[in-house]
C-alpha cells in the first residue's frame, strides 16, 4: 500500500478555492480613527453581504469593513459551495423540530435564495453560480420506498421534489449503487465560494466601503486617542462594539445613524 505521507509530500497546506490566481491582494492596514455610520467587522459572507446590502438601501451611508486577515479568508472561502435555500438543514430536520414553521421557512429560505442570486446578478459576480438542483439518493431498498413518502411531505410544504426511479437516476449519474433518487431542481445552487467572497468585496469597496487587514480589538476602557474634540469614543459610542466577550457588529447596524468611531491598532 502506498505510503499516505511520500504521496502527500508535495502537497501545499492551501484550500483548493483559495489558491487561485485571481486571488486579488489583501487591502491594506487601517491604521488610527475612522469616523462612519456603519462598522462592519468580518469580511466573511456575513460582513461583505451586511455592508452591499446596507449601501444597497442606503447609497450615501458612509459603511467601513474591516477584516483581521482578507476578505473570504476564513470558513467563506473555504467551504464546499453548496449554495442551499432550506434554513432548515434539510427537510426532514425542520419538519422533527419546527413541524409548524415550515411551510414558512420554506418559503423565507427559497426567497433568500432568489435574493442571493438576484445580488449576484446585479453585481455581476463571476463565481460559477449555478441552480444545479441536487440529488438525495437511496443506496438501500428501504431507502428508495421511503422517497415517494418524503416526496410527498415535500410538497405539502410547497417543495417540489421529483421522484427518480433506478433508470433516471442512473441517466444523471452512471453507477448502479443508486437505486432511486429525489431531485430538487430549484432549492440548490453551486458556486466557487472564494470568487463569491472576492465578488462581493468588490462592489461593496466601489460603493465606497473600506477593507482592510485590521482587526476589531476589544475596545479599552480609556481609548488612547480620546480627545475633547472627539467625545464619543469606541468605548463610550452607544450600544458600542466589543469584541469579546459581546461582539456586537448588529449593534452598529441598529444605530446606522449614530457615528460610530473606531480605533484600530496594529
Ligand atoms: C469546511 C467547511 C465547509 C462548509 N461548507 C458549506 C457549504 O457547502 N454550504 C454552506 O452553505 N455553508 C458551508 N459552510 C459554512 C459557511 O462557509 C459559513 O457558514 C459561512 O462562510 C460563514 O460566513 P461568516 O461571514 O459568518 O464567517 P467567516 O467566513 O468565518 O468570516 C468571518 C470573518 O471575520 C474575520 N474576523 C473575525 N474576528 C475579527 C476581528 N476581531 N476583527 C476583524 N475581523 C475579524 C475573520 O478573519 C473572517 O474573515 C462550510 C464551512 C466550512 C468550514
Known amino acids: 500500500m502506498a505510503d499516505p505521507v511520500r504521496a502527500?509530500?508535495?502537497a501545499q497546506p492551501v484550500p483548493f478555492w483559495l489558491d487561485d490566481p485571481a486571488r486579488p491582494d489583501a487591502a491594506s492596514a487601517l491604521v488610527g480613527d475612522v469616523r462612519c455610520d456603519l462598522l462592519v467587522v468580518g469580511g466573511g459572507y456575513s460582513g461583505l453581504w451586511t455592508a452591499l446590502i446596507a449601501k444597497e438601501r442606503d447609497p450615501s451611508l458612509d459603511v467601513v469593513l474591516i477584516e483581521a486577515q482578507q476578505a473570504g479568508w476564513?470558513?467563506?472561502?473555504?467551504?464546499?459551495?453548496?449554495?442551499?435555500?432550506?434554513?432548515?438543514?434539510?427537510?426532514?430536520?425542520?419538519?422533527?423540530?419546527?413541524?409548524?414553521?415550515?411551510?414558512?421557512?420554506?418559503r423565507l429560505g427559497a426567497a433568500n435564495l432568489q435574493a442571493m442570486e438576484d445580488s449576484i446578478g446585479r453585481h455581476g459576480i463571476d463565481c460559477d453560480w449555478e441552480r444545479t438542483g441536487s440529488l438525495v439518493v437511496a443506496t438501500e431498498p428501504y431507502q428508495a420506498d421511503g422517497l415517494a413518502e418524503f416526496a410527498e411531505l415535500a410538497a405539502r410544504y410547497g417543495s417540489r421534489l421529483d421522484l427518480l426511479d433506478q433508470d433516471a437516476v442512473r441517466a444523471e449519474i452512471d453507477s448502479p449503487t443508486f437505486l432511486g433518487a429525489l431531485w430538487d431542481r430549484e432549492g440548490v445552487a453551486m458556486l466557487n465560494p472564494a470568487r463569491l467572497a472576492w465578488g462581493l468585496r468588490r462592489p461593496a469597496s466601489t460603493r465606497a466601503c473600506g477593507s482592510s487587514s485590521t482587526p476589531a480589538r476589544p475596545a479599552s476602557p480609556t481609548p488612547r486617542t480620546a480627545s475633547p474634540s472627539a467625545?464619543?469614543?469606541?468605548?463610550?459610542?452607544?450600544?458600542?462594539?466589543?469584541?469579546?466577550?459581546?461582539?456586537?457588529?448588529?449593534?452598529?447596524?441598529?444605530?446606522?445613524?449614530?457615528?460610530?468611531?473606531?480605533?484600530?491598532?496594529r
Request: charged share 20%; hydrophobic share 30%; glycine share 10%.
Open 231 to 265: 467625545p464619543r469614543t469606541a468605548a463610550s459610542a452607544p450600544a458600542g462594539w466589543r469584541w469579546p466577550p459581546t461582539p456586537s457588529p448588529r449593534c452598529c447596524a441598529a444605530t446606522a445613524r449614530t457615528p460610530c468611531r473606531c480605533t484600530t491598532t
Open 74 to 106: 476564513a470558513a467563506s472561502g473555504r467551504n464546499g459551495g453548496f449554495c442551499e435555500a432550506s434554513l432548515t438543514h434539510g427537510l426532514a430536520n425542520g419538519y422533527q423540530r419546527w413541524p409548524d414553521e415550515l411551510g414558512t421557512l420554506e
Open 8 to 10: 502527500l509530500k508535495d
